[in-house]
């Protein structure tokens, strides 16, 4: 049932804005008008961000920015939490006070995003009920690297008797693909450096180092052979799979393009994907640490922090309210990964 506001409508918002494209520098808080929800949209009241390397890696110059239809001034950040403030007329599926989460193309740093009530994440926003038992920080970590682990588990389709080799296993990607290929019933061995390890076997991943000499390390590990391969940071285990005989049908990237092997698109996720990943950490099935999280007011710190590609799992901006907040333990350094999506 439909049901619209009767409370007096915000005004402003905060929002990080970008005048001009660059690094964490760039990044400032403005105060804007807050719009209204249109037809078919509806207004959330953002509580939690999370952040993603294509966050910075879009806004970084013009010409990246143009691939992905931004301009200045642009906002910032893809993956939200909240809760739904306002309908407009003909959005359907939501009520006022509904909790949510989703991804809200380079808008979604502020203190309300505008989101289509059936749209996706690259046209118009998305949104999706939040389960009971997710608080809205780990909600804000699931759109995007959720949605592209996904892709990623269904090009190379792991199950018992399997062994996959997951590069950069330690990212905020990584975490969900480990886990994800662990619940399908693969044995999963992750890259990542020497301080990652004991976080990669919290994960159910056998940890081994990247860099020169990983098909002779994974081969020490797994006499028996890798079976399938997923690279989230760049080339190198693909070609380490090769290298071990792995079919380039079982392995994909979704941080470069290799001739013969198949990328994953988090942008083609199947339906309901999302909501399944959902559940399994509404289920404790499936955990999803946070590595730190920073008031909107420390944006640059954040991003710093996040860019550096050395924090494990996902790095959230808090905004206002957080809804059943829950306080984890920072992991330690580790390699991280790109976002998977790819919009053209």
Sequence with gaps: MQQHSTRTPASTSRAVRLESFGGPEVLDLHEVPAQRAGTGQIRV??????????DWFMTSDAETAARFGLSLPAGFG???????????????????????YGGALSRAVADFVIVAAAGTIA???DAHHTPDGIDDRTAATLAIAGCAAAAALAVVDPGPGDTVLIGGAAGGVGVFAVQLARLAGARVIGTGSATSSDFLRSLGAEPVAYGDGLADR???????GVTAAIDLHGTETAQAARELGVADARITTIAAQID??????????????LEEIARLVATNELRVPIAAHFPVEQIRAAVELQAGRHVHSKV???????????????PGAGATDSAGFVWR
């Design 316 to 330: 959230v901006i808090d905004l206002q309210g957080i809804s059943g907040a829950r306080r984890f333990p920072g």
């Design 218 to 224: 994974v081969r020490g590990l797994a006499p028996g």
């Design 260 to 273: 013969g092997i198949t990328p994953a698109n988090g942008a083609n996720a199947a339906p309901g994907a």
């Design 78 to 100: 893809t993956d939200y939490a909240g809760v739904v403030d306002q309908i407009g007329d003909g959005a359907t599926g939501f009520t006022t006070g509904d909790r949510v």
């Design 45 to 54: 009241r953002v509580t939690a961000a999370g952040l993603n390397p294509m």
């Design 123 to 125: 046209e118009g926003g």
